[in-house]
């Protein structure tokens, strides 16, 4: 048999069981939050990435000819679709609360959390400036978090692209990618190798340290960091989860505009849980109008790393049985049976093999199911149904019309 | 901006919202079977699909070369994924019941309900060779056609390929192939463009006629279609659907090697809904052990067709409220309100724009909502909330602790 591509999953249903009800979770909360779900291609013309040429991501792209001569990527990201899609409607009212689940794909050397197939979760506000889209996504964040009850395990860390750059403009001679450089890596790095960068890019290494701990803001105040305060003021009344201003948050250098966050766990362990921030230049740039956007995305392969790492990747309980059948009148029964489980959310999974009865509750044991309803003629006739509990063995006849007994 | 590809599709908000409700649905039918979730790569080695070699469906695949040099495809289908991860693990107890829903690609020409990225449902069991496999899945089809709203208007009709291989044996000198693809094409031919390929293929025409119409069976009997008879049986007994023994469904010859069936409009003017059948030979030429199978798929597009055209492409109402803020008091108070509002399951869009009350009411409007809540110091003061209907114009005052009225 053909082997799976390396860096690519299979999901068998007791992993896939965990992931849809995760992945439902995370959906069901940016709809309570007002955001509406979209879709797009998976494919699209490697001309929406052309603002990227020259970045790594372009050297990772699953990209193509197609049969008709096009060149086409596999997308991997959301936001030069996402642009493309708010560009095309003109008749959007603004401002725009979307999210998407869907699969993105990389050709990265593939380790544990990173995979060249993976879902990720984004959701954006489109159309609004505001501080208050800056909190109401990052809400929604620390709301799905919770959802997944990982919550008290991270925390946020929230910085400004223009408080940074104004800090950097004066106390660092406005050396900003240097700077962003050391900050972004500044956990990475012993405190030898932070003096041995510094040195290197030119950088006092008192200064940044300063701002790494944050003490610099002790002697600094203006608009934006006021601004930022409410915003984490906003994101704190929603409680929960701890919120920090951390000046060395950056995130990349070419996309972000202003607010920015991440999701860690609280030691500092693992990669960011989730990141997201302000990119208001981005649609302008991919040459639809220009569009103040805030958002985040989240992906499977952390989640799933952080939840079994907590015990939390485990599957819920549900209330399936399986149908045993005996002979001909109670195979014919058994479509009233299952028909009435399934209107009274009972997930019936009906024999479907010609075999004895015993072997039927082996396969049902196997299978993990705790009760088993036996039909035969004798059910038939009775109007009932056997119901037998395999882990204690006993069973009892319950009447077809008291069927909702067995839901209790 | 840059366009999107020809045969793809954007997804906004107002049909997404179509889409997800009905695409659960269709899930959910499906574990109230008991049939399990599973997920697979969206890119597969081409290997897999080289007994393929010669059939049209390799000239269709968005296939390439990655950037190891691994000659990859985007699926096309799901039987190759499929046997591959039933192959892979040995220690699965079978029979299973598996479903899945993940896009599919194929490079064909555009056209009305035919894209070159869908969805596809894809539900099978592996591991039964019985005739209550095929009825299963065949009702479950049935079951899904039901809960889309469509059962009345659509007729499922069955086949088995051994009783069409025998009939042909003894009727038609055994020229299978040439039998199918005529009896395949049936409806698509006039009278005389039937007597003319029946012509061609050296096929007697009455006797064609007799299988076409089903009144050779008047004259024939076989275990096959005894057993055939059974498994439509079990399928009527399922209800609120016709089922019809149909020899002219005969399905991808290659393929299938015993019970087929379609679902089709009952006027039979769009192409077919759904189909399937039993293939046991599929997962053994794959390279796997011999696993008798049997399942069906649906696809998106021809859904979206049939329920437009049904009128049942359409919205269901949700419960979400507008949440307007008036001043800073109303801003920090909306975190308590959409927290609880979200508790009695009502999804609630906060105001993400500094703006006044009335632009928030016109935007609110705009975007369809029935109910704004409206928040303000007054209202944290008095523990309430105003809520404003805005097809009415009316507004009441409801206190916190009564937030569950908003839901009646």
Known sequence: MVERLRGFRDFYPEEQEIRRVIFNTMKERCRSFGFKEIDGPSIESMQLYSHKVGQQITTQMFSFKDKGGRDVTLIPEFTPSLSRMVSTRKDLVKPLKWYSLTKFWRYEEPQ?????????????ILGSESYLADAEVTTLAADILTSLGISSKVKLRVNSRIL????IERFLENKKEESYFILDGWNKYTDEERMK?????KLDIDTLKLIASGNILKEYSSPELDKLKMTIELIKNYGGIDVELDLRVVRGLAYYTGFVFEAWDKEEKMRAILGGGRYDNIISQLGGDRTPAVGFAIGDAVIENIMKHEGLWVRKQDRSVFIATIDKKGIDYSILVAKK?????????????????????????????????????NEFVRKSVVVKNLTSGKQEEIKIDHLEDIVN
């Open 341 to 377: 489980l399934r209107d009274l959310g009972v997930n019936s999974d009906k024999n479907v093999v010609e075999r004895g009865i015993s072997k039927q509750l082996e396969y049902a044991a196997k299978m993990g199911y705790e009760r088993v309803i036996i039909l035969g003629e």
């Open 164 to 167: 940074m750059d104004s800090i």
């Open 197 to 201: 960068v510094a040195e290197e890019k």
């Open 112 to 124: 544990s959390g990173r995979f060249r197939e993976f879902y990720q979760l984004n959701a954006d």
